[in-house]
């Protein structure tokens, strides 16, 4: 009975608050609904990403991507594209809300929208030719008279080979000798002998380089001159390839090999939700801890490494401060709650918590102003009951009285001034009971 009694009274309260104080009421509701609406704390379930061309790694990786979003209950849908440059094009036309490019592929002036979340792995620059093996330290020597396929428009390796082509005097346009085949096609000329080489930017777990590596006679071409490339190409560096470290059975590659490498980027659109932006970074740092090691960097993955894109805030918080404290305690999106909105939960608890101390004082200073105000009131009705009162004037008054009557009928008092309650109970049946005997008399 006393938990039913206490509930009551909270029901009372409410309604209460509602009734005389609902400016206050808006007022708080509008609050509210701005940090929500600021906030935004519920990201949506789909999201769209730009891939690359079928088994490259830029899909291999789109792939674990959407594998760990699904783990936390958001579906990620792969688009299919020729590569980098198709990727950022969808990007700025809102076609995706995030895209997988490579370091040195610059996303325009237009593209304002378009932030970065940062680098997640290496792309290693590869060149596989069959024949016999090449001794020389001269790419230029070797290149001459052989055709390559240097992928189609559009594609992060056409990009790169372009860029180290030039070093070497060698331009693409116009040179029968450099053809345009996808990554697939590229595996089908080399094997039946329709092309001599193979350039291609890729992970190591990227299905066209499985295909290559599987092909009898073929050799992973050793870039003796890779520092150059890197010293003239800043978003490149140097990696190497130990002798038979990728097939320790067939010994490939058959040297100690050098090559250069860019990296994949994980673009996204401005406006995508920060808690979606979390999740691509802790899904980057998940995928580097399980095994993208054969190519590893001082820090790991993900990294800040790509400058001439700007990073995202939500990214830039991700690299200074780390993970959201509540990660991996919580679901992923309250977790980047609480870590954007910290500071106004902070000022919310150190002003709403001495709230909470004078709320029950404000409950029955509101009380007592409530009766203090009928009491007012009925004292002034009972000084105009006398004598001389007309009966039309009285017949007003007594009006008037009930209706004072009525309203502190409806008052909510806290229990600690229920004493009061009664006391103001009393005056009114006192006023009553004059205003019957005035009522006989007329």
């Given at each position: ?38 906030s ?12 690359g ?171 003796s ?28 590659p ?18 995508l ?9 802790e ?31 939500v ?97 909510w ?22 205003a ?7």
């Amino acid at each position: 009975m006393h938990f039913l009694r206490a509930l009551h009274e909270e029901r009372v309260a409410i309604l209460s608050l509602l009734r005389f104080q609902w400016p206050i009421v808006l007022l708080f509701l509008l609050g509210v609904a701005t940090l929500v609406f600021v906030s935004r704390p519920l990201p949506p379930s789909h999201v769209r990403l730009a891939a690359g061309q079928p088994n490259s790694s830029l899909e291999v990786l789109a792939t674990k991507y959407a594998d760990y979003f699904k783990r936390n209950g958001v579906q990620v849908d792969l688009v299919t594209t020729a590569g980098a440059f198709e990727n950022i094009e969808l990007l700025k036309k809102g076609t995706v809300d995030a895209a997988l490019s490579i370091g040195g592929i610059s996303v325009g002036k237009d593209a304002t929208k378009i932030v970065s979340l940062g680098s997640v792995e290496y792309q290693p620059f590869w060149l596989f030719y069959r024949g016999a093996e090449f001794a020389g330290s001269n790419p230029s020597v070797f290149f001459e008279g052989k055709t390559f396929s240097v992928n189609i428009p559009g594609s992060g390796t056409r990009h790169l080979t372009e860029k180290i082509l030039s070093l070497h005097g060698m331009k693409i346009d116009g040179n029968p000798r450099l053809v345009s085949f996808s990554s697939g096609e590229s595996v089908d000329a080399l094997r039946s002998g329709k092309i001599d080489g193979v350039f291609l930017v890729a992970g190591l777990d990227s299905k066209t380089i499985e295909g290559l590596i599987a092909i009898p006679n073929i050799h992973i071409f050793n870039f003796s001159v890779a520092d150059a490339y890197a010293k003239r190409l800043k978003y490149l560096e140097v990696v190497k390839l130990p002798h038979g470290s990728i097939d320790l059975k067939r010994a490939v590659p058959l040297q100690d090999s050098e090559t250069v490498a860019t990296t994949t980027t994980v673009l996204a659109n401005d406006k995508l939700h920060p808690a979606i932006q979390h999740l691509f970074l802790e899904a980057s740092n998940k995928i580097y801890q399980d095994g993208q090691d054969f190519f590893s960097r001082p820090g790991g993955f993900p990294a800040h490494i790509e400058r001439d894109i700007p990073l995202s805030t939500v990214a830039e918080r991700f690299y200074t401060k780390g993970p959201p404290a509540l990660n991996g305690y919580v679901p992923y999106w309250i977790a980047s709650l609480i870590d954007r909105i910290w500071f106004i939960l902070f000022a919310a608890f150190a002003i709403g918590y001495p709230l909470t101390k004078i709320i029950p004082n404000y409950r029955e200073l509101y009380a007592h102003f409530c009766m203090t105000d009928c009491y007012e009131s009925l004292v002034e009705i009972d000084l105009q009951l006398v004598d001389t009162l007309r009966p039309d004037e009285l017949h007003a008054l007594l009006v008037e009285f009930h209706a004072l009557e009525q309203r502190i009928d409806q008052l909510w008092v806290p229990a600690s001034l229920k004493a009061d309650f009664y006391f103001l109970r009393g005056a009114v049946d006192i006023v009553r009971g004059k205003a019957a005997n005035l009522q006989k008399r007329a």
